[in-house]
């Protein structure tokens, strides 16, 4: 018999560190099948229902929760996906009624300063993978230069940084 509350964390956990669709079921397949709670089998059927079902694929965890737990399993699991994206929408108001108190707008750059200092490493780590190139430091060095202007949309920006790696490299 599966513990109700771990079941629910797990769901919640691997909800919380994925992007939506199927981004949450390496964790959750390595996690539920590890402890014999559930299978292969489990797994290509509650993903086949997601599919065939209408509306986002992320779906198809509820038809996995009620395989390895019957009613119990599929509410619980609705409930840890449903869960993040209205904590958004919570911290989203609260950004609105607050942002522009000096405190709010001290943690966001703090916030930015985590994220670049977290990006560093990994920025590092892209550029001396394939052996150190001229032309990837380059690339690195103009697209930080225009992140610091942000006057050029994201969207834009990774075009163009995609755009001279085919042509540099």
């Not at 780590?125 to 202007?149: D, E, H, Q, R």
């Not at 050029?152 to 075009?159: A, E, F, K, S, T």
């Amino acid at each position: 018999m599966i513990e109700p509350f771990s079941f629910f964390w797990l769901l919640l956990r691997a909800s919380l560190l994925s992007t939506g669709g199927t981004g949450n079921l390496p964790l959750l397949h390595q996690e539920l099948t590890a402890q014999g709670l559930a299978d292969d089998r489990q797994f290509a059927e509650a993903l086949a229902i997601g599919q065939i079902s209408p509306g986002p694929s992320g779906l198809w965890v509820i038809s996995l929760g009620f395989l390895i737990d019957g009613p119990r399993g599929a509410l619980l699991a609705l409930v840890a996906i449903a869960l993040p994206p209205l904590l958004v929408l919570v911290v989203a108001q609260l950004y609105r009624r607050a942002g522009d108190h000096p405190a709010m707008q001290g943690f966001v750059r703090g916030m930015m300063l985590a994220v670049v200092g977290a990006f560093v490493p990994v920025l590092i780590n892209l550029l001396w993978s394939n052996g150190p190139s001229a032309a990837a430091f380059l690339i690195a060095l103009v697209s930080v230069g225009i992140g610091m202007t942000r006057r050029v949309p994201i969207i834009v920006h990774l075009g163009l940084a995609a755009l001279a790696g085919i042509m540099l490299m």
